[in-house]
C-alpha cells in the first residue's frame, strides 16, 4: 500500500538553516575552517602551542618560521589512536557512542643547511603532512512523545489521520582532513627567524543523516534518509603562510604569522529523492561542484626560555574573514548569507610548556577554542515551537588538555603524548525533507519543525613519535 504523507505542519519563513542539511554549516566550520588538531608528539603534548618556539616541523602549521629554528636536519613519523565518544540526550532518553581507530597522523623533515661567512646562520626547508581523522557517529535516543501529526489515503481511498512517532536518529560522518605544508625558513643572526609555506589540504569524507519514525496506529516502522542524502565530498584547498619569530629580550620571544584563505574545490555526490510517475518513492544520485574560501587566519605567539631545560609558549589564533561560497547559485547565496550573519570568527587559545632534564623531556598543554558561530534561533518541536536561542549550535566551545612524554638519544628520539578534546553542542536536526528508505513507497515528509538533542563530545588521542636528527 502506498502512503503519500504529509506533516500537518504550518510552513513559515523560518531562517532558510531550518530546511537546509545543517551539517553543510558544520562542516564548513569544522572540516574546511577549523585548524589541524594532529601532529607529532612533541606537538600535542603541549596542545600544540609551539607558535614562538619553533624547532618542530608541527610548529611550521602554526608559524612557518619555527622551521628556521632548526639547527640540525630532522625526519619523524607519528603514529595515533583516536577513540571519539558522543554522549547525546533528548528529555531524559540518553544514548553513547563509540570509535576507534589507528592511524599515521603525521610524518614530516627538515633538511637544515649551514650558512658560513654569512648572518644567515641556517637555511632550512621542511616537509610536513598531517592526517585528522574526522569520523563521528551521533545517536540520538527514541522518544515517542515527540509525534508528528500525518494524513494519508488508504487503499480504499479513505483519509485516514494517523501520527508518526519519533524513534531516534543517527548522524554517520566518515573521513579524514589531510594538510600536506612545504616551508622554507631562515635564522638570521640567532635572533630573527622567516619563513613562509605553501599549503596543499584535502577533505575526504561520507556522510548519512538517518530518521527512525513509526506509525502509531500499527507501530510500523521505516528508516528516512535526510533529503540530498547519503552523500560524499572529496574537496582540495590551497593556501599559502608567512611569519617571523623574534628574540626581543633575555629568554623572551615574540613570534607573527598569517595563513591566507583556503581556496577549496568541493566535489560533492548526492542523492536526491522524488515521487515517479506511479507515484512511489525514487531516487537519482548527482554530482555537483562549488567553491569556497574558508577564513584567513593571524596567529600571535609569546614564548618565555630562559634556557636550555625550560620553554614556555602561549598562541592565540583568530580568524580575520568569513567562509564564502564564490558558486552564484540560491544554495551558495543563502550559506553566505547566513555566515555573513552568524560567523563571529574562530579564536583559539593554546598554552604549553616543556621541561628538559638531561635526554628526558615531560610536557604539558591546554586550549581553548569558541564556537565561530554566534547565538541562532532555530525551532523544534521538543524545544520551542516559536524559536529558542542556542548559543552552542553545531560545533560549540571545545577544551583540550594534553600531556607527554619523550626522550633524546642524541641521534634518535621517541615521543608519547594523550590529548583529550571535550565540548558540548546542541545538535539540530530532522527539519527538511526525509524520505523512507526501507522500499521507497512510504513517502517523503517535510518537516518545518526539527529536533534538537544535547551532545557531549569527547575526543580521545594517544601518539607515538619516532625520529632521527642528523
Same mark, same amino acid.
Given at each position: 500500500?502506498?502512503?503519500?504523507?504529509?506533516?500537518?505542519?504550518?510552513?513559515?519563513?523560518?531562517?532558510?538553516?531550518?530546511?537546509?542539511?545543517?551539517?553543510?554549516?558544520?562542516?564548513? #566550520?569544522?572540516?574546511?575552517?577549523?585548524?589541524?588538531?594532529?601532529?607529532?608528539?612533541?606537538?600535542?603534548?603541549?596542545?600544540?602551542?609551539?607558535?614562538?618556539?619553533?624547532?618542530?616541523?608541527?610548529?611550521?602549521?602554526?608559524?612557518?618560521?619555527?622551521?628556521?629554528?632548526?639547527?640540525?636536519?630532522?625526519?619523524?613519523?607519528?603514529?595515533?589512536?583516536?577513540?571519539?565518544?558522543?554522549?547525546?540526550?533528548?528529555?531524559?532518553?540518553?544514548?553513547?557512542?563509540?570509535?576507534?581507530?589507528?592511524?599515521?597522523?603525521?610524518?614530516?623533515?627538515?633538511?637544515?643547511?649551514?650558512?658560513?661567512?654569512?648572518?644567515?646562520?641556517?637555511?632550512?626547508?621542511?616537509?610536513?603532512?598531517?592526517?585528522?581523522?574526522?569520523?563521528?557517529?551521533?545517536?540520538?535516543?527514541?522518544?515517542?512523545?515527540?509525534?508528528?501529526?500525518?494524513?494519508?489515503?488508504?487503499?480504499?481511498?479513505?483519509?485516514?489521520?494517523?501520527?508518526?512517532?519519533?524513534?531516534?536518529?543517527?548522524?554517520?560522518?566518515?573521513?579524514?582532513?589531510?594538510?600536506?605544508?612545504?616551508?622554507?625558513?631562515?635564522?638570521?643572526?640567532?635572533?630573527?627567524?622567516?619563513?613562509?609555506?605553501?599549503?596543499?589540504?584535502?577533505?575526504?569524507?561520507?556522510?548519512?543523516? #538517518?530518521?527512525?519514525?513509526?506509525?502509531?496506529?500499527?507501530?510500523?516502522?521505516?528508516?528516512?534518509?535526510?533529503?540530498?542524502?547519503?552523500?560524499?565530498?572529496?574537496?582540495?584547498?590551497?593556501?599559502?603562510?608567512?611569519?617571523?619569530?623574534?628574540?626581543?629580550?633575555?629568554?623572551?620571544?615574540?613570534?607573527?604569522?598569517?595563513?591566507?584563505?583556503?581556496?577549496?574545490?568541493?566535489?560533492?555526490?548526492?542523492?536526491?529523492?522524488?515521487?515517479?510517475?506511479?507515484?512511489?518513492?525514487?531516487?537519482?544520485?548527482?554530482?555537483?561542484?562549488?567553491?569556497?574560501?574558508?577564513?584567513?587566519?593571524?596567529?600571535?605567539?609569546?614564548?618565555?626560555?630562559?634556557?636550555?631545560?625550560?620553554?614556555?609558549?602561549?598562541?592565540?589564533?583568530?580568524?580575520?574573514?568569513?567562509?564564502?561560497?564564490?558558486?552564484?547559485?540560491?544554495?551558495?547565496?543563502?550559506?553566505?548569507?547566513?555566515?555573513?550573519?552568524?560567523?563571529?570568527?574562530?579564536?583559539?587559545?593554546?598554552?604549553?610548556?616543556?621541561?628538559?632534564?638531561?635526554?628526558?623531556?615531560?610536557?604539558?598543554?591546554?586550549?581553548?577554542?569558541?564556537?565561530?558561530?554566534?547565538?541562532?534561533?532555530?525551532?523544534?518541536?521538543?524545544?520551542?515551537?516559536?524559536?529558542?536561542?542556542?548559543?552552542?549550535?553545531?560545533?560549540?566551545?571545545?577544551?583540550?588538555?594534553?600531556?607527554?612524554?619523550?626522550?633524546?638519544?642524541?641521534?634518535?628520539?621517541?615521543?608519547?603524548?594523550?590529548?583529550?578534546?571535550?565540548?558540548?553542542?546542541?545538535?539540530?536536526?530532522?527539519?527538511?525533507?526525509?524520505?523512507?528508505?526501507?522500499?521507497?513507497?512510504?513517502?517523503?515528509?517535510?518537516?518545518?519543525?526539527?529536533?534538537?538533542?544535547?551532545?557531549?563530545?569527547?575526543?580521545?588521542?594517544?601518539?607515538?613519535?619516532?625520529?632521527?636528527?642528523?
Amino acid at each position: 500500500m502506498t502512503k503519500r504523507l504529509t506533516l500537518l505542519l504550518s510552513v513559515s519563513a523560518v531562517m532558510f538553516l531550518q530546511a537546509q542539511d545543517v551539517s553543510v554549516i558544520t562542516n564548513t #566550520v569544522d572540516l574546511y575552517s577549523n585548524s589541524q588538531a594532529v601532529g607529532s608528539a612533541r606537538s600535542m603534548g603541549m596542545a600544540g602551542a609551539m607558535g614562538a618556539i619553533g624547532g618542530d616541523i608541527t610548529a611550521s602549521d602554526v608559524n612557518p618560521a619555527g622551521t628556521g629554528v632548526f639547527i640540525t636536519s630532522d625526519l619523524h613519523a607519528t603514529l595515533g589512536i583516536v577513540n571519539d565518544k558522543q554522549k547525546t540526550t533528548l528529555n531524559g532518553f540518553g544514548a553513547d557512542t563509540s570509535q576507534k581507530n589507528t592511524d599515521l597522523v603525521q610524518a614530516g623533515g627538515v633538511a637544515s643547511f649551514r650558512m658560513l661567512g654569512s648572518k644567515w646562520q641556517f637555511v632550512n626547508v621542511g616537509v610536513n603532512y598531517t592526517n585528522r581523522n574526522v569520523d563521528r557517529f551521533v545517536k540520538t535516543p527514541a522518544d515517542r512523545d515527540i509525534h508528528l501529526p500525518i494524513s494519508y489515503t488508504d487503499g480504499g481511498g479513505n483519509t485516514v489521520n494517523d501520527a508518526l512517532l519519533f524513534d531516534g536518529h543517527v548522524y554517520d560522518r566518515v573521513g579524514n582532513v589531510t594538510k600536506l605544508n612545504l616551508t622554507v625558513g631562515g635564522n638570521y643572526d640567532n635572533r630573527i627567524y622567516v619563513g613562509a609555506g605553501l599549503n596543499m589540504h584535502t577533505v575526504d569524507f561520507d556522510q548519512a543523516d #538517518v530518521a527512525r519514525l513509526s506509525l502509531a496506529s500499527d507501530n510500523s516502522y521505516s528508516d528516512y534518509n535526510k533529503q540530498f542524502t547519503p552523500y560524499s565530498e572529496l574537496s582540495n584547498g590551497v593556501s599559502l603562510s608567512a611569519g617571523v619569530i623574534g628574540k626581543v629580550a633575555n629568554g623572551i620571544r615574540l613570534g607573527l604569522a598569517i595563513e591566507s584563505p583556503t581556496w577549496w574545490n568541493i566535489d560533492r555526490a548526492y542523492t536526491e529523492y522524488f515521487y515517479n510517475t506511479a507515484n512511489n518513492i525514487d531516487y537519482e544520485v548527482y554530482g555537483e561542484s562549488r567553491s569556497l574560501s574558508s577564513p584567513a587566519k593571524l596567529t600571535l605567539s609569546g614564548a618565555f626560555v630562559p634556557n636550555k631545560n625550560l620553554a614556555l609558549n602561549i598562541d592565540y589564533t583568530a580568524g580575520i574573514s568569513k567562509p564564502k561560497f564564490t558558486n552564484n547559485g540560491a544554495a551558495e547565496d543563502q550559506l553566505n548569507a547566513f555566515f555573513r550573519n552568524n560567523y563571529s570568527g574562530t579564536s583559539d587559545l593554546k598554552i604549553g610548556g616543556e621541561y628538559r632534564l638531561d635526554g628526558l623531556r615531560v610536557r604539558a598543554g591546554y586550549g581553548f577554542a569558541s564556537n565561530p558561530i554566534k547565538d541562532v534561533t532555530l525551532r523544534s518541536v521538543n524545544v520551542n515551537e516559536s524559536g529558542s536561542v542556542f548559543g552552542d549550535a553545531y560545533l560549540g566551545k571545545r577544551q583540550t588538555l594534553s600531556a607527554g612524554l619523550g626522550y633524546d638519544f642524541k641521534a634518535f628520539y621517541i615521543d608519547a603524548a594523550f590529548s583529550n578534546v571535550s565540548g558540548e553542542y546542541s545538535n539540530p536536526f530532522f527539519a527538511g525533507e526525509y524520505a523512507s528508505g526501507r522500499n521507497f513507497n512510504d513517502g517523503i515528509n517535510n518537516n518545518d519543525l526539527g529536533i534538537v538533542s544535547a551532545t557531549k563530545s569527547n575526543r580521545n588521542t594517544f601518539v607515538l613519535t619516532a625520529g632521527w636528527k642528523f
